[in-house]
T-cell receptor, first 114, second 113 residues
Framework: DSGVTQTPKHLITATGQRVTLRCSPR?????VYWYQQSLDQGLQFLIQYYNGEERAKGNILERFSAQQFPDLHSELNLSSLELGDSALYFCASSTGGGGTDTQYFGPGTRLTVL | LAKTTQPISMDSYEGQEVNITCSHNNIATNDYITWYQQFPSQGPRFIIQ???TKVTNEVASLFIPADRKSSTLSLPRVSLSDTAVYYCLVGARRGGGYNKLIFGAGTRLAVHP
């Protein structure tokens, strides 16, 4: 158990809909990262927040947005969903915000868009 | 940005030593090399991190040559439970600046009985 929690575990929705994925980092961690992993694909970095502020941005679509709240939990919002958005979405957390910090990954949210 | 290249897949047998090499020709001076392990439908798990020469922990060793353009993850005496995807990640501690995080495609290791 990494100490990172993600909810929900599974999510099934229809095209055009909007969903929100939630992540709670390990106690004391200030950074939260979001990744997308499609079937049999590698991890695609989406976005990183550090202590409430956006720190780094990857290949995140304009239909997707995220935020980190004062209690450090984070939410990833996916809107106008398409079939291709079906994937595993992982959240990770780390103590600091740099690229050398060990990331602790949550169990993921499996999103299925029908 | 330091892009990484790894073999797509490797096969081994129980009890053998496995070496997975990652190329990162554009590695920057401040970049560290980190390896993660991922089992199906689980989040990746940190294995080891290094900057230069050799690092060893209870799980693996990491060899980094002097030019740092590549690194090799060494898993001693693998078992069936080491069957997983292994990712090489290159990143730096950049204070205040953006730090894009790029995982390579990963190496799918299959350990056979």
């Amino acid at each position: 158990d990494s100490g990172v929690t993600q909810t929900p575990k599974h999510l099934i929705t229809a095209t055009g809909q909007r969903v929100t994925l939630r992540c709670s980092p390990r106690s004391g961690d200030l950074s939260v990262y979001w990744y997308q992993q499609s079937l049999d694909q590698g991890l695609q970095f989406l976005i990183q927040y550090y202590n409430g502020e956006e720190r780094a941005k990857g290949n995140i679509l304009e239909r997707f947005s995220a935020q980190q709240f004062p209690d450090l939990h984070s939410e990833l919002n996916l809107s106008s969903l398409e079939l291709g958005d079906s994937a595993l979405y992982f959240c990770a957390s780390s103590t600091g915000g740099g690229g050398t910090d060990t990331q602790y990954f949550g169990p993921g949210t499996r999103l299925t868009v029908l | 940005l330091a892009k990484t290249t790894q073999p797509i897949s490797m096969d081994s047998y129980e009890g053998q030593e496995v070496n997975i090499t990652c190329s990162h020709n554009n590695i920057a001076t401040n970049d560290y090399i980190t390896w993660y392990q991922q089992f199906p439908s689980q989040g990746p798990r940190f294995i080891i991190q290094g900057y230069k020469t050799k690092v060893t922990n209870e799980v693996a060793s990491l060899f980094i040559p002097a030019d740092r353009k590549s690194s090799t993850l060494s898993l001693p005496r693998v078992s069936l439970s080491d069957t997983a995807v292994y990712y090489c990640l290159v990143g730096a501690r950049r204070g205040g600046g953006y730090n894009k995080l790029i995982f390579g495609a990963g190496t799918r290791l299959a350990v056979h009985p």
